[in-house]
């Protein structure tokens, strides 16, 4: 699998692209408000299973959809709730793949 394609400031599926998949990402993008209002809320109550079910979700969908990077980021959060890392790592994970999540494109 190739990199994502980072644009400016998005980050587009490697499948943005294929005729056969297009629709696909692109429905996928169009709920990541929805996605990205979950993880906000779980992580606001410190719900640390919730966050590492949503992680774990996002980590298969991410690379199903063709974003790597969002499978990378989720599974690192998922990894550090796992080894119960602090609150302070929780929150940069959480930082970091909702910059991706909102980043997330479906075209290029």
Do not use: W
Not at 18 to 37: K, T
Not at 91 to 97: A, F, H, I, N, Q
């Amino acid at each position: 699998m190739t990199p994502n394609t980072v644009q400016a400031d998005g980050i587009y599926s490697d499948f943005g692209s294929d005729p056969c998949l297009q629709e696909l990402v692109e429905l996928f993008v169009d709920e990541m408000p929805a996605r990205i209002q979950r993880l906000t809320e779980a992580h606001a109550q410190l719900d640390r299973d919730s966050l590492r079910q949503f992680a774990h979700q996002l980590k298969g969908s991410g690379g199903s959809y063709g974003f790597s990077i969002l499978t990378k980021r989720a599974h690192a959060l998922e990894l550090a709730i796992l080894e119960e890392a602090s609150e302070q790592q929780v929150s940069t994970m959480v930082g970091m793949l909702l910059d991706v999540c909102r980043r997330a494109r479906a075209g290029r």
